[in-house]
């Protein structure tokens, strides 16, 4: 079964108008970080949010924001005003509880593709 | 400036060849990884290292060896016995403790 499950394949978004994309996880930890990163089509993996499974307040860093559903085990990615270089796949990843090798390795969703349209 | 690095940008091979895919880091970070993606996937991971002369299978090492002889360097040699080479493959790490994990700008593999 997907641990992370990311329903849009690809989305489209008017310049200067917000997006949300969607991210479902699936753990039984109760310790846990969420991560988006974006991947524009150079190929470099670049971290835009994180958010902590004990976290309260849902993280925010500058035009993005994540939307923290703990009770439905969902972490959208909001952006706002979006811009053309906003353009890109974007992905949504978890890191669960240490495994037995005490290291933390992320687990990856498919990703969704955004295009910005001028 | 700190950063990954990985080289070449590019790379291409002919079946049946080894090749290894280098990964140089200057942020001091102690854990390494090499994922693979191929089109229209997410990051599947292959090896990743802790500390200095030791290392781990991910979930995709069959066809693959690394070594981590110096907590800068952490090289991903594909063999020949790697049925399917041809993808993108990415490094990362991160620093004992923190989040998020720094990727380098990746090295796209090609065999011919």
């Known amino acids: 079964a997907q641990k992370i499950t990311q329903t849009q394949p690809g989305m489209f978004v008017q310049e200067k108008e917000a997006v949300t994309l969607d991210c479902t996880y699936d753990?039984?930890?109760?310790?846990?970080?969420l991560f988006w990163y974006k991947q524009p089509s150079s190929g470099e993996m670049i971290f835009l949010i994180y958010?902590?499974?004990?976290d309260e307040q849902n993280a925010t860093e500058g035009r993005y924001s994540l939307n923290f559903q703990k009770a439905r085990k969902s972490a959208n990615l909001v952006i706002s005003a979006s811009q053309l270089g906003d353009s890109a796949m974007y992905f949504c990843a978890m890191r669960e509880g240490r495994d037995a090798g005490n290291n933390r390795k992320l687990i990856w969703g498919l990703g969704t593709s955004l295009a910005v349209n001028p | 400036d700190g950063g990954i690095t990985q080289s070449p940008k590019y790379l291409f091979r002919k079946e049946g060849q080894n090749v290894t895919l280098s990964c140089e880091q200057n942020?001091?970070?102690?854990?390494m990884y090499w994922y693979r993606q191929d089109p229209g996937q997410g990051l599947r991971l292959i090896y990743y290292s802790q500390i200095v002369n030791d290392f781990q299978k991910g979930d995709i090492a069959e066809g693959y060896s690394v070594s981590r002889e110096k907590k800068e360097s952490f090289p991903l040699t594909v063999t020949s016995a790697q049925k399917n080479p041809t993808a993108f493959y990415l490094c990362?790490?991160?620093?004992?403790?923190?989040?998020?994990?720094?990727f380098g700008p990746g090295t796209r593999l090609t065999v011919l």
């Open positions: 753990t039984s930890d109760q310790s846990y970080g």
């Open positions: 958010q902590g499974s004990y």
């Open positions: 942020l001091n970070h102690d854990a």
């Open positions: 990362a790490s991160h620093l004992a403790g923190s989040g998020e994990q720094f």
